[in-house]
């Protein structure tokens, strides 16, 4: 393979230039799609928290309700619990 001349050099060194402006160019936009990727993650990130959040805030309900149910039915049937079942 021959020198390149001052020319030659010139133009490898312009499509080098060229090739690496794509590459960077390339690179920005993929940046751009992960970060726009990153940010929908986030946000279904959030969504799904505040789902969770919500459902536990039913369950603790829920929970407490049964809980006082439970508690107001022995309460009711406590007279039975020390009678026969002849009796009852």
Known sequence: ???LTPGGQ???LRRLLKESE???QAA???LADRERQLGTARQSIATQDHRIERMTA???RLRGAVTATVIDSYALDFPNFFKSTSER
């Open 1 to 3: 393979m021959m020198p």
């Open 10 to 12: 010139i133009d490898e």
């Open 22 to 24: 794509q590459r960077r």
């Open 28 to 30: 920005e936009l993929k």
């Open 58 to 60: 039913e369950l603790a």
